[in-house]
């Protein structure tokens, strides 16, 4: 059975004459002369003629009339309600922005516009006479689309869109530092309405012989499956997400999240260094931070792991991902990281975690876009022992300034470790007490917190069983895929060990190919990772030591650049800067990973490329991953006879 989006590439490759086909066989233009002038056509008799026996076709003259009249309703009627369909379409849209921007009122009004068309294109095709000819082959399988297509339409607007409008997503958004709980139980009931409504109308549409169709219908038709396609995968994960979001947010007993900011001016597998930890705690919705921390309130440097740690991580990136917060975060599995980060946590202060989230300063500034800058408070508090007011200024953070200050310009103006320690948390405060009161837009929020999932920068491990299902490897859970299925991942991870503040400076670019689309008999993979240290000398000088670290010379980046190939895939090459070199790929994963130790001077860049062999079969649309850095990752895709993807 052909796939929708097989049927669809296919109908666009129809010619016009189908349409014209279609006309011919319903359409008798009785009493009408041809635009040409000449007598009317009488294509029905005319196509009969060539096909029926002589000896009955007195006998179905009567049936020829009565079927060119028929087939001239029933054409009218199908015109009439493609344009109410075609009409209806950006309405759906229209009310969905409005929805969106918490504009109920003209929601509302563009719903009664598109009901007004949706039950129109219904009433068109609802008809006995309509329904009576969908035997006849060519035509039937078209007027059965437009049918289903209208009804279908129509079941959507009423039991979908119309509810919608009275939703507001100012429900998720904080007030006064709380998240009003009988708005999510309101928003529970419609999404679950719309949910069930878009599955009804999926398998509706399944039942559309869609090769059968002539571009006029599947035009309008593909406009409709469309829009279902889309609702439907994200409607069913949000039902599940709103019938477990108020018990996440303290509905039954009040809930504790670690919140752990990754400083990438340091960098590690999912971010870097986590040195800043905030816990949050959440009453009924009421939202309020419980304490901070930094790494220095940690027993670092430990003889043993703070926990039980994956033998295949240990044997990648040693064991000092246990033995030391600031190395919790070099494997690119967040559920692993947030299981060290979680005993750390236990071990020094106790409070039971209901979740381990990750941020860090680039997604704070696509935050600080929505609420607008966030005045840090001159406070005195108290961080790894270090009680003191230290801003020397005052300090407001924007979407502009906020990665340069958190991530280069603290370290000039606060030379003290425990300076920066307090500065990080008053920050975090600050942008905290931003997006809580509310002063964000739904859809400027939300987007803002999409782009930061999207690049790995927002990350989210719960310790409920449900929730961590509702994940699943998703990018939100931090987790790469296990299987090759709906994606075949490769990553490459940026690893500090300088012990510096340099990666500001670092520029990482990706390329990588793949010709699973092209060879699946024998696909293979090639990921290259190029690094750039983009710092001069001169700049290198005039930097602090706790910027530039004590264990290599002033302005040198010294990097573990870790290369994952797909799931099952074996590594057949590795080279540096283009030449070959012997290095020995581990699992982790289940997959086959090569870590590889480059140094960088000022200016200086080297590359990793790595070169794997897969198992013949079908594999999912190839993507890339990798470290968020601070720059932007410039990533190309080669993957010639695959899909073109966004």
Known sequence: MTTRAERRAERERQHESDFEQFESVFVARAGDDGDDGRPPRRPLLRSFRFWIPISILLILIAVIVVGGLVGKHVFDRAMA?????????????????????????????????????????????????????????????????????????????????????????????????????????????????????????????????????????????????????????????????????????????????????????????????????????????????????????????????????????????????????????????????????????????????????????????????????????????????????????????????????????????????????????????????????????PKALLESLTKAVDEGRLMYQPSDEEQTKLLDESRLSGRMPTTNTDATVVGAYVNDFTASKLDYYLQLDLTAASTQCSAPDKPTFEVSATITNTLDAQKAASLSGYVVGRYFKRG???TNLVVYGPVGATVTKVLVDGKEVKSTAKPHLGRSAVMVPLQNTPGQKHSLTVQYEGEPGEYGRFDVRHTPMVRNVPVSIDAPGCAPTD
Do not use: C
Not at 315 to 329: E, N, Q
Not at 345 to 354: Q, Y
Not at 426 to 431: E, F, N, P
């Open 81 to 441: 309600a493609k344009g109410s369909l075609e009409k209806a379409m950006p309405l759906a849209s229209q009310v969905s922005d409005a929805i969106l921007t918490g504009d109920n009122a003209k929601a509302k009004e563009l719903a009664g516009e598109l009901t007004e068309l949706s039950a129109d294109a219904r009433a068109q095709t609802d008809d006995g006479v309509w329904k009576s000819i969908e035997w006849i082959p060519f035509a039937g399988p078209n007027l059965y689309a437009v049918r289903t297509a209208a009804a279908v339409t129509d079941d959507l607007v009423n039991d979908a869109v119309v509810p919608a409008t009275d939703l507001s997503l100012a429900a998720l958004k904080p007030k006064d530092g709380a998240i009003d709980l009988a708005g999510i139980d309101t928003m529970q009931g419609v999404i679950a309405q719309a949910s069930k409504a878009v599955t009804a109308a999926s398998k509706a549409l399944d039942t559309i012989d869609s090769d059968a169709l002539i571009p006029q219908v599947s035009g309008a038709l593909g406009k409709l499956t469309g829009t279902v396609d889309e609702l439907e995968p994200m409607l069913r994960p949000a039902t599940e997400i709103l019938d477990v979001l108020p018990n996440a947010l303290g509905a039954e007993s009040p809930k504790h999240y670690l919140l752990m900011f990754q400083n990438n001016a340091e960098s590690r597998g999912t971010g870097g260094n986590p040195a800043a930890l905030v816990r949050i705690d959440v009453d009924k919705g009421k939202i309020t931070i419980g304490q901070q921390a930094s790494s220095g309130d940690f027993k670092n440097n430990r003889p043993q792991p703070i926990t039980k740690l994956n033998s295949e991580t240990t044997a990648l990136y040693g064991d000092k991902i246990g033995r030391y917060i600031m190395d919790a975060t070099l494997t690119p599995d967040f559920p692993e990281t947030a299981g060290i980060v979680r005993a750390w946590w236990a071990e020094r202060f106790g409070t039971p975690i209901d979740g381990v989230m990750s941020f860090d300063p680039v997604a704070l500034s696509y935050l600080l876009k929505a609420t607008g800058p966030a005045e840090v408070p001159d406070e005195t508090i108290e961080i790894a022992g270090y009680r003191a007011k230290v801003l020397k200024e005052p300090l407001t953070l924007t979407s502009d300034n906020a990665v340069a200050f958190l991530l280069s310009d603290v370290y000039a103006q606060y030379p003290v470790l425990e300076q920066q320690d307090i500065v990080f948390a008053l920050s975090t405060r600050a942008v905290f007490d931003a997006v809580t009161s509310g002063r964000a837009e």
């Open 556 to 558: 040198i980046i010294a």
